[in-house]
């Protein structure tokens, strides 16, 4: 690919926490195989000879999150309808008013969703401070009541990149019988995760990001499918002579056609990272992480948020430079992609910046040292010139 304004200049990609860029060749090879040959889905198709990409995927994602059943795994559109069908579907089966925590670290795909419900009169939310990127399970501890039953909190900051220290928080959740969701749009395929080791309610994760997939495949992994009822029916090429939806897995959280193609890049996606391996991928990019801090930390004309992300994500603003136009100035003078503004997390904003929103830059295991180093000489330019 070339930039828009100078077709001849390959840009340098820096908002993969949004989605990633490149993918892998696999990945494409892998979504064109898909398309080529006829789907095969068991149970759906008589069709044999390619591959049932669903069943494969479900046991590539078990092994992957070393989970326990693949047909615990559900495929959705991406995190935010994932985190709409357990928070929607958890309040349609708890019935009777109850008590949500969440955090003002999460992402709108968390607040809107239990806002919405909260307006209705459905629940009543509680939505916890952090402190330096974190919320701590003494804050949850502390926000407890009688008729809480669902925390919803996110595994990493979208836009400080500091990761929440789940495990703990779910052992409190499990003992205390409250249904935890993990948001891992931001964790799944960045760092390890052992969802053994994790015992939430749910894990949710996008297929787009890290994992390498092609936007429109998301999912979550979900331990106790009774606690959350189904929002969707519809055909599962299953059961079919019942007018009502199945109740078996992973049916009752899927109805219709599947998005094949997307499935096909997330299986793909996550060979990938198991051929370079996790802990690799997850090494190199703090390392090309904190290069990046390095070389922007010494300038006194940007601000950087949290200096010592665990996730390859860099918050930062520009004195006197609204941070739009230095995304603007990035992306057609120097062929930086950054993302600017709230990053569609708002509360985080309000704390950090006043509201103002900010520049993010996000790596991907295919960016390059060169690359980081370019954009941080790049970023430091436009610095000098706005405070000239
Ligand atoms: C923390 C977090 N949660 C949820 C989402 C929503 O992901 P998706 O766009 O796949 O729905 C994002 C995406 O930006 C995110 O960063």
């Known amino acids: 690919m070339t930039s828009p304004s100078h077709p001849d200049i390959p840009p340098i990609y820096l908002n993969n926490a949004a989605t990633t860029w490149p993918k892998p060749a696999e990945v494409l090879e892998e979504v064109a195989a898909c398309l080529r040959n006829p789907v095969h889905e068991a149970g759906r198709t ?43 579907g958890f309040t ?66 979208n836009v400080l990149g500091t990761l929440q220290d789940v495990r703990p928080v779910a052992e409190y959740c499990v003992s205390n019988d409250i249904f935890l969701v993990i948001d891992g749009a931001q964790t799944a395929g960045q760092i390890p995760v052992s969802l053994s080791e994790i015992p939430a309610g749910a894990f949710v ?11 429109g495949i998301g999912g979550f992994y979900i331990q106790e499918p009774e606690a959350v009822a189904s929002t969707r029916q519809g055909g599962t090429g299953s059961d079919s002579r019942l007018i ?52 922007l930390g010494r300038d006194p004309d940007i601000v950087i948020y ?25 992306a057609r003078a120097y062929h930086v992609i950054t993302r600017t503004g709230l990053h569609c997390a708002p509360l985080v904003h ?8 900010c520049i993010r830059a996000s790596f991907s295991y295919l960016n390059t040292r060169e690359q980081i180093e370019t954009a941080a000489a790049a970023i430091r330019e436009v610095a000098a010139g706005a405070n000239r």
């Open 205 to 215: 994760f996008t297929g787009h990001k890290a994992l390498f997939g092609i936007p």
């Open 350 to 357: 309000e704390k950090l910046d006043g509201g103002r929103g």
């Open 92 to 157: 349609k089966k708890a019935g009777t008013p109850y008590h949500a925590i969440t955090t003002e670290l999460d992402h709108n795909s968390v607040l809107r969703p239990l806002r919405s419900l909260e307006g209705e009169g459905r629940l009543n939310l509680s939505i916890l401070p952090f402190e330096d990127g974190h919320v701590s399970l003494h804050e949850i501890k502390k926000a407890i009541r009688a008729d809480t039953r669902l925390v919803v909190m996110t595994h990493g900051s």
């Open 244 to 295: 009502s939806h199945p109740q078996d897995m992973p049916h009752k959280f899927e109805a219709g056609t599947l998005n094949y193609p997307g499935i096909a890049s997330l299986l793909a996606g996550t060979r990938y990272i198991e051929r370079e391996g996790q802990d690799a991928i997850t090494n190199k990019l703090r390392s090309l992480t904190s290069d990046f801090i390095g070389k």
């Open 306 to 330: 949290h200096e010592t992300p665990d996730l390859p994500v860099v918050s930062f603003n520009i004195r006197n430079l609204d941070n739009d136009e230095a995304g603007f100035i990035l």
């Open 46 to 88: 008589t069709g044999s000879g390619s591959t049932d990409y669903p069943s494969a995927t479900r046991d590539a994602l078990t092994a992957f999150f070393r989970a326990e059943r693949p047909e615990h795994f559900v495929f959705t559109q991406n995190a935010t309808d994932a985190l709409n069908l357990l928070i929607h």
